[in-house]
């Protein structure tokens, strides 16, 4: 079973993608990036606003499909600038309890609208 999951509280896909596929048991969040939904503007110059606009749109996807950050197995954060990880893990935090998901942060060279951060997320139905 495959269910598309698109809600309109986060911004709409930059290209051929959907915000989120439920298969099955899973649902698998594309990568978010800070695009604030309202008005598709990104966020280029403040990695903790970023951030936290990544998680208020990847909030936005989970509660659509019904489900919260307790249920995220699993994480990729890309980034630009390895310097910015702890600003980046304490804003992170704060959106999980205290079980928290697999992840891995990666540094890339470049990221869609010229944003320092974006991050995609596996969640499991119970």
Request: charged share 20%.
């Amino acid at each position: 079973m495959k269910t598309i999951i698109n809600s309109k509280l986060a911004p709409c896909a930059i290209g051929p993608y959907n915000q989120a596929v439920r298969a099955n048991d899973f649902l698998f969040i594309s990568g978010q990036i800070p695009v604030i939904p309202e008005t598709g503007e990104a966020i280029t110059d403040d990695i903790e606003a970023a951030t936290e606009r990544v998680m208020e749109n990847i909030k936005a996807i989970l509660n659509g499909a019904g489900l919260d950050f307790k249920d995220v197995v699993k994480s990729t954060i890309f980034i630009t600038n390895m310097n910015d990880f702890a600003k980046i893990n304490d804003i992170y935090s704060k959106y999980f309890n205290t079980d928290f998901p697999a992840r891995e942060t990666i540094q890339v060279a470049a990221l869609p609208k010229n944003v320092e951060i974006e991050i995609s997320m596996i969640a499991l139905y119970k």
